[in-house]
């Protein structure tokens, strides 16, 4: 292991001060970060929805939506959080960023090649791409997993639902 690595693990692994002196430990560092980040969305969510009309379950208005589903991303991302504080022991691989990455890259590539490339080859992109983020990339299961999803996607959005989408370049 390099230095850096060490270094992640410990400040992973840090000790936090919580309320009344005591001193706890954040034992799941992912699932404890992963319920900041639905905290954060959740409370963007209700950010975002303060201005529109709330209505009720029966007549729902514009606000409903966000304020419904940011409350529950903030649930969530709660009862994640606090569970990580007294689960098993994990850490976060120094390297977690490149899958994200690759991903996050890879819905960005489908958004702007889907109009001048069509479906098949946009799916094409995003399949490559996010496969690349994996640490066990096969070449069959892409290709495979990369058929499943084109015809699947033509199949759904453009023939049955009618979605004016180029299926082709």
Do not use: C
Not at 11 to 37: C, H, P, S, T
Not at 132 to 161: D, K, N, Q
């Amino acid at each position: 292991m390099d230095a850096y690595a060490i270094a992640d693990a410990e400040i992973v692994l840090e000790v936090l001060q919580v309320e009344g002196g005591m001193n706890q430990k954040i034992f799941r560092a992912k699932d404890f970060y992963a319920g900041l980040i639905f905290i954060f969305f959740g409370v963007l969510a209700l950010w975002e929805g303060r201005h529109y009309g709330m209505g009720t379950a029966s007549r729902m208005g514009p606000g409903y939506l966000p304020n419904v589903l940011g409350a529950i991303l903030i649930l969530l991302g709660l009862i994640i959080s606090g569970r990580s504080l007294w689960l098993g022991s994990e850490t976060i691989k120094p390297g977690a960023f490149h899958p994200l990455v690759l991903v996050t890259l890879a819905a960005l590539a489908f958004t702007f090649l889907i109009q001048p490339l069509g479906l098949v080859l946009a799916t094409l992109a995003l399949v490559g791409i996010s496969s690349i983020g994996s640490g066990e990339f096969r070449l069959r299961e892409t290709v495979l997993l990369y058929l499943v999803l084109a015809v699947l996607a033509a199949g759904l959005f453009v023939y049955l639902l009618k979605i004016p989408l180029r299926v082709w370049p």
